[in-house]
């Protein structure tokens, strides 16, 4: 049983306790783990990690693909095993401690890490541990539910462990495509012309004596907290989809639309769900992380194909879907996020991009990490990645939050991650916007009409309308530009009482 | 002597007043002009429209490539032609009508005003006017000192104006590469993988019965106005080239170094002017403005090859360099602006970019385009295409201004074009930062320690001290982010009484 996920017989021998593997990463050191969205992260060896720290000094720099699942990164942070974590998080407790200062984040867009690690402008890696569903006869390694940073960990790392995960299917072999750029100066060009486009590996190519040692696992990922949509998402989808499909009206695209991103949570995922009922038909998707909705157009007869980096599904989606991943397999790629969020890929494919804005500002800029502009939320993760390359940037929030005391489209966010550069088309429950060509004053009126809550919408004419007095291509009057934040801290909401 | 430059006959009959050409052009309509940095801007038939204006209604939306020499946008301004402007700009006269609201501006990355066009998300381009140093024999456009937006103008256009300008060197032909991006989603690779890579034709192919008009001038480029250096443009050169020697001696770059890209100004031109005295050799550049410096180190034997979008130099440096532009013909290659600024092609080169901020903040976010958050000054320009797309994105600016009134760097900017994610060096005379990996805590450790003046640190520590307070992963006090601009505001000076 073991020989058939262990191909390459001279690694039987490697296999050991998630203990004994963890011996091999020393305080100091520099770890790149797979997971990426809680999909195929390792699952043992951390936890031993965990463990050791209890009675000795074990802090580490660990580099992710993005999120990890199981309660990884709290317990990690518990233990004061990270000193150092870098791309993204979505954990409650390493939140806290990151907030607190104690432990050094770096926010990254996902498609750069690993360029500044090829490039010894970060690292090196000293240990990389990676779930695998398999090892072949040549020693290539067999990614799971994602791919991730995983390649090039692998390739990069003094010393390699692998997870073997017997609760990960077997039929994910194939899916994967891992495709390393070249080194610059002699870089070519990424050949991904279509979602579709194989370009690589079924499997990591590394020297097997790298594999310094192989733990195995039988534990399925953590299954994603879904909400189902709400009148709010749904209004949401419905000014996308009318708006999509004026564009296809107007000849700009076709009923084939172009290929889908979209960010993870629950309100692209309804826009997503939107699209089955949509006119729109024979549709891809070039995204990071495929959730329940791929698999839900996919099985409406929407959806031709689907490119990502992972596949993170509810319990009831995972239970559906994993057992006959093979059946998906000729319609779907799970490629290193490198490639699926690679700026030379988006930019030539023509991207839709859907992501989550935490709240936007009346002239188009976009906060996606900081709450209250200090406070990190998740990060950045793809979101850059595809905003500033796509076809159409469009970013997606309900317009209040915390029961109406806060407002998410407020007068200066307090925190850019985009900019008025790259947002085309912003969207809450309310409408559309679509800034695209407009000068900024033309779009706060756009945004003013058509996207805010009417609670906010005579605060925010106040604001703008003081702000012109000052002028300006884009004006504002700073000494009041962080009112509202103000004073949320000090009543408790952003609403004047 | 005009078949010499326009050498398809049956044009001849085409060539007429620039009043007459200007006539093509309606009120309402959008035009697309050439002109990249005031280098190889029409410059005949814009004049004409705005002395129509004096007598008829006429409002157009003006697309150039970058911004216009001769004073064309002031004239353009003076006589209401501007309705819309866009993607750059550095005109004092139409700076002011922006800020004033009377000139809708849209303020683009140089790389997608013509992505944006092809697509049909802006447009249709009604009328294109082209600077041509000749017309081939198949109608085929031959630009002069720049390349900009053309190509696409005169794809895209219904009609097109060509002013043969008679005082360019018919030298010029043979130096440019006009390639264009296949259509989406049919989009193959662009086939740049170095500097010198040639891909395109030497001329604008379109249909020559587009030609509606011909115009011949006779006149020079508006020179550039270059600022010598000073003891701290040549400070802030020092600490870049000691840091670019640091990188070769870590082993990340050779002294080839990478190819560099440098935005326009004394700033970028001073460091540029240092190299021509540093170890480093076979240099190349993958630029957007190519300026004296770029010569200078043609002609010091330490650039092997420059690839830009214009060609802009002072009057001394257009005096030597355009009588013999053929003898560096074989070191030069001018492209469209969506190529030298591709985010696919920086990113495949590995680029050193370097670029001027208006500002900085303690954490590394950048304005490059807002006077106190609100007033515009250029544009974005090209800096975003490179900076989150480079190998290194470098941002330079003197730490004082007005005196000592105020700081370059500031605790938060209220204008963010470069966010954390894309800025990993920063550089005053005062010294450098190298934000590489480093969390926003530690960000702003080094950017106080080493690039705000010694005037601000004080109060910049004040600032930090009280932010930590509050905490957060990008500590600030919200309340009091901006009271330097307040201040200064009040008091002409961001220091306190």
């Known amino acids: 049983m073991l020989q058939d996920r262990i191909r390459l017989s001279s690694l039987l021998d490697k296999v050991m306790s998630p203990a004994e593997a963890a011996l091999l990463i020393k305080d100091g050191m520099t770890v790149g783990m797979s997971g990426f969205t809680r999909a195929g992260d390792a699952k043992a060896v951390p936890l031993a990690l965990a463990e050791r720290a209890r009675t000795e000094p074990l802090g580490i720099t660990l580099i992710t693909g993005a999120s990890l699942g199981s309660g990884i990164d709290s317990v990690l942070t518990e ?88 609760g990960q299917q077997i039929d994910f072999e194939g899916i994967h495509d891992i495709y390393i750029p070249t080194r610059r100066p002699f870089r070519e060009p990424i050949p991904v012309v279509s979602p579709d486009s194989r370009i690589g590996l079924p499997f990591i190519p590394i020297d097997p004596a790298k594999i310094a040692a192989i733990v195995v696992t039988n534990q399925q990922d953590s299954s994603a907290a879904t909400t189902p949509p709400d009148d709010e998402t749904r209004a949401i989808a419905g000014h996308l989809i009318e708006f999509l499909g004026s564009e296809v009206r107007k000849g700009r695209l076709t009923e084939r639309l172009s290929p889908l991103q979209a960010g993870i949570g629950s309100i692209a995922n309804a826009v997503l769900h939107g699209l089955i009922e949509s006119p729109f038909h024979d549709m891809t998707m070039y995204s990071e992380v495929l959730q329940d909705s791929t698999f839900d157009l996919f099985d409406s007869g929407k959806l031709a194909f689907a490119s990502g980096s992972s596949i993170t599904l509810s319990a009831a989606c995972q239970a559906r879907v994993f057992p006959e991943i093979g059946r998906y397999k000729n319609r779907l790629i799970l490629r290193p996020q490198e490639i699926s969020n690679h ?117 925010a004419e106040d604001y703008y309308r003081e702000a012109l007095k000052h002028g300006g291509q884009t004006p504002h009057k700073l000494a009041e530009a962080f009112t509202w934040y103000t004073r949320l801290e000090e009543t408790g909401s952003m609403l004047p009482k």
């Open 79 to 166: 233990a004061h095993v990270l000193k150092r974590r870098l791309p993204f998080q979505s954990d409650s407790v390493l939140r806290a401690a990151i907030n607190r200062g104690e432990v050094m984040f770096i926010d990254q867009h996902l498609s750069e890490t690993v360029e500044l690690l090829r490039s010894n402008q970060m690292g090196p890696v000293d240990v990389a541990v990676i779930e695998a569903a398999a090892i072949t006869r040549e020693g290539g390694i067999v990614p799971t539910t994602s791919v991730g940073n995983s390649a090039t960990f692998a390739i990069l790392a003094e010393k390699v462990i692998i997870e073997i995960n017997l």
């Open 343 to 459: 700026p030379e890929v988006i930019r030539r494919l023509g991207i839709i991009a859907i992501n989550t804005a935490l709240e936007f500002d009346i002239y188009g800029n976009v906060n996606s990490t900081h709450v209250g502009g200090t406070h990190m939320m998740n990060g950045i993760g793809g979101s850059g990645d595809f905003a500033r390359n796509a076809y159409l940037g469009i970013f997606v929030t309900k317009s209040l939050a915390k029961g109406g005391t806060i407002s998410r489209v407020v007068p200066m966010v307090p925190h850019v991650d985009h900019n008025e550069h790259d947002v085309d088309v912003v969207v809450t429950e309310v409408g559309l916007a679509d800034l695209r060509g407009l000068a900024p004053r033309e779009r706060a009126r756009v945004i003013i009409d058509n996207c805010i809550h009417a609670n906010f919408r005579d605060l």
